[in-house]
């Protein structure tokens, strides 16, 4: 009897050591596909969802990042920005961002890129594609860069249809990082920096972020086709050639002259900042540290055998124990409370720098109707186009207050100091024409300050209700014939986006 059970017991034995065995070398072997890089068909290359046959995990991960889909209205948190932004796009619509998974549907639908009619019209230029998809390099590539920066932005509506995603950020053959958009490496070389080919594989985890993360301007310039005609390209460049601070890049775009808009209240020659996250970071004791914006925003993760690089990128504060705390010291609490420090002092300066701003445009607008002339007012209105820079520079990166706290207060200080200069020299110029006890009008409220910046709204979210009622939807379904769009993501997107709802 007791042979008997010891026989079985045994066998048992034997049988758990296979099963283990066999756990085990499905695991190993299932690392050891993975560290293959399979190749992803550059036909479908594009398309993020071709990428989850051979990543799973990563693949996976991403698709997570439509779980970020609150919609924050910023004009209604932040009612002084339409002032501030009297005159150009944003002033009719600007929400927080929202996950990678919903860039190229946020970009349809924002009051920003207008209402087009047919493919022909915008009102934006190509160029507001430039970061919304991986289809864009793929459309440079075919295209050339020149003709992809030409016309105007519905151009390319039925083509630029897949979401940030894999391709934007990967080789397809290797799974390698890699950069495709020509743009950055003109600019790394013009501040003499590395190219992208020439930097550390940690200092790419950062590159292929600053493709998008970084402040940009529509550069214009005339170019022949191949059919010998002339043609105007607005192509996005990193105005990096004097440096990456705000100052640097201040310089570079007064010494050509450039103006992203004149400012419909003051007149002022306007610049606006577009997310400097990458030039920001770069100040801030992490990158001096080595840190790359992977590490906090993609942390790596472990399942079973397998390491791999958590593709929901957002907050670091909501995976704490992958991103923070492999090098803190301190408690999750603890670090969520300097954090919440870092920000609330961030918003009391920045809140007076935007009030300051507001009252300065629309003092300079009441010191225009009582007759001021240009020579009275361009010195001023030159301190307005300074404060209003380094202000949008310190805070457009969102995260900026975290990433490098001390640059972010340092400019919005300098933003409210020159501010109020401004305003200042506005007392004189109100006095000379009688004005001196002038209040600036009321923009506590979204309704209020749209008001102000003459911003039609009904008739612009109207416009665009017809569009995405007729040509979006042509969009759509030309995608899925050319077979640039598979058609099961575009279902996915529409029934999990309720973004244009206002």
């Known amino acids: 009897m007791k042979i008997k059970l010891l026989l079985v017991?045994?066998?048992?034995?034997?049988?758990?050591?296979?099963?283990?065995?066999n756990n085990i070398n499905e695991k190993e072997g299932e690392r050891k596909?993975?560290?293959?890089?399979?190749v992803v068909p550059e036909a479908d290359m594009n398309k993020n969802e071709e990428w989850s046959k051979y990543y799973p995990r990563q693949y996976s991960s991403w698709k997570k990042t439509k779980e970020s889909d609150n919609i924050e209205d910023m004009l209604d948190t932040k009612p002084q920005l339409s002032v501030l932004w009297a005159g150009y796009g944003f002033a009719k619509d600007y929400n927080a961002p929202r996950g990678h998974y919903y860039a190229v549907q946020d970009n349809v639908n924002t009051l920003r890129?207008?209402?087009?009619?047919?493919?022909?019209?915008g009102?934006?230029?190509?160029?507001?594609?430039?970061?919304?998809?991986?289809?864009?390099?793929?459309?440079?590539?075919?295209?050339?860069?020149?003709?992809?920066?030409?016309?105007?932005?519905?151009?390319?509506?039925?083509?630029?249809?897949?979401?940030?995603?894999?391709?934007?950020?990967?080789?397809?053959?290797?799974?390698?990082?890699?950069?495709?958009r020509p743009y950055l490496d003109r600019a790394l070389e013009a501040a003499g920096l590395n190219t992208f080919k020439d930097s550390t594989h940690q200092e790419k985890r950062s590159l292929v972020c600053a493709q998008c993360h970084s402040e940009y301007y529509f550069n214009k310039s005339e170019y022949t086709d191949k059919d010998g005609k002339t043609k105007t390209s607005v192509a996005v460049t990193l105005p990096w050639d004097e440096g990456l601070s705000a100052e640097n890049m201040e310089k570079y775009y007064s010494d050509r002259n450039f103006t992203d808009w004149t400012h419909k209240i003051s007149k002022a020659p306007m610049l606006k900042a577009q997310h400097p996250g990458?030039?920001?970071?770069?100040?801030?004791?992490?990158?001096?540290?080595?840190?790359?914006?992977?590490?906090?925003?993609?942390?790596?993760?472990?399942?079973?055998?397998?390491?791999?690089?958590?593709?929901?990128?957002g907050n670091p504060l909501d995976s704490m124990d992958?991103?923070?705390?492999?090098?803190?010291?301190?408690?999750?609490?603890?670090?969520?409370?300097?954090?919440?420090?870092?920000?609330?002092?961030?918003?009391?300066?920045?809140?007076?720098?935007?009030?300051?701003?507001?009252?300065?445009?629309?003092?300079?607008?009441?010191a225009m109707e009582l007759g001021a002339t240009d020579d009275e007012l361009k010195e001023i209105r030159l301190d307005i186009r300074h404060a209003q820079w380094r202000w949008d520079y310190s805070i457009a990166s969102h995260g900026s207050f975290f990433h490098a706290p001390e640059e972010t207060l340092r400019l919005l200080a300098s933003a409210n100091e020159t501010a109020q200069q401004a305003r200042l020299k506005l007392v004189r110029v109100l006095a000379k024409y009688n004005a001196i006890d002038f209040s600036a009008p009321d923009f506590s409220t979204k309704e209020n300050a749209?008001?102000?910046?003459?911003?039609?709204?009904?008739?612009?979210?109207?416009?665009?209700?017809?569009?995405?009622?007729?040509?979006?939807?042509?969009?759509?379904?030309?995608?899925?014939k050319k077979g640039n769009l598979n058609i099961s993501s575009r279902e996915d997107v529409d029934k999990t986006s309720s973004y244009f709802k206002k």
Request: glycine fraction near 6%; charge should be neutral; hydrophobic fraction near 35%.
């Open 450 to 480: 749209q008001k102000l910046a003459g911003v039609p709204l009904k008739d612009l979210i109207d416009a665009k209700m017809n569009f995405k009622a007729t040509l979006e939807k042509a969009w759509h379904a030309e995608a899925v």
């Open 113 to 121: 890129t207008g209402a087009p009619k047919d493919s022909k019209t």
């Open 33 to 38: 596909a993975l560290a293959k890089a399979p």
């Open 9 to 21: 017991g045994s066998l048992i034995a034997i049988a758990g050591m296979a099963l283990l065995a």
């Open 322 to 366: 992958k991103s923070c705390m492999p090098c803190h010291r301190e408690s999750e609490s603890k670090l969520k409370a300097i954090v919440k420090q870092k920000f609330d002092r961030k918003e009391f300066l920045m809140e007076i720098a935007m009030d300051n701003l507001a009252k300065a445009h629309l003092e300079t607008g009441k």
């Open 278 to 313: 990458f030039e920001i970071a770069s100040t801030g004791i992490h990158a001096q540290k080595g840190v790359s914006c992977a590490d906090c925003h993609m942390p790596y993760t472990q399942e079973g055998s397998v390491k791999y690089s958590d593709h929901q990128v």
């Open 123 to 180: 009102p934006m230029p190509t160029a507001c594609w430039t970061c919304k998809s991986p289809d864009v390099p793929r459309l440079i590539e075919r295209d050339g860069e020149n003709e992809y920066y030409s016309g105007k932005w519905s151009k390319y509506g039925s083509e630029v249809v897949n979401s940030i995603g894999c391709a934007d950020c990967h080789d397809n053959e290797t799974a390698e990082l890699t950069m495709r």
